[in-house]
């Protein structure tokens, strides 16, 4: 059984940073392309940000527009850790963020549809106010 526990959510001012974690356990990382989102309250979960599995030449990633240019997503295979680097980070970014897996990802290609992943953490709460 996959299980994902996300960390390093906070308080923080707006224009700060945080780092997410995503530790995947049950089996090892690299056969899951990993896809992050988020929810706040009454809103919608919007997918944010996904990391397709890794093969020699690299992998692959892609950002929602709202997140573009702020936050980087990077995974670690050896220690089975996905890490999303949030930036400039905005009142709007603040809700209940989750990191998720694929049945069996693909090399090279990721979507941040929500429908597309079966495995859920539990999230980890980002909360951004002056």
């Known amino acids: 059984q996959v299980q994902l526990l996300e960390s390093g959510g906070g308080l923080v001012q707006p224009g700060g940073s945080l780092r997410l974690s995503c530790v995947v356990s049950?089996?090892?990382?690299?056969?899951?392309?990993i896809g992050w989102f988020r929810q706040a309250p009454g809103k919608e979960r919007e997918g944010i940000s996904c990391i397709s599995r890794i093969d020699s030449s690299g992998g692959a990633t892609d950002y929602a527009d709202s997140v573009k240019g702020r936050f980087t997503l990077a995974r670690d295979d050896r220690v089975n850790t996905v890490y999303l680097e949030l930036n400039d980070l905005k009142l709007e970014d603040t809700a209940v963020y989750h990191c998720?897996?694929?049945?069996?990802?693909?090399?090279?290609?990721?979507?941040?549809?929500?429908?597309?992943?079966?495995?859920w953490g539990q999230g980890t709460q980002v909360t951004v106010s002056s």
């Open positions: 049950g089996d090892a990382l690299s056969w899951y392309t």
């Open positions: 998720a897996t694929d049945r069996g990802g693909e090399y090279n290609r990721c979507t941040i549809q929500a429908h597309d992943y079966v495995h």
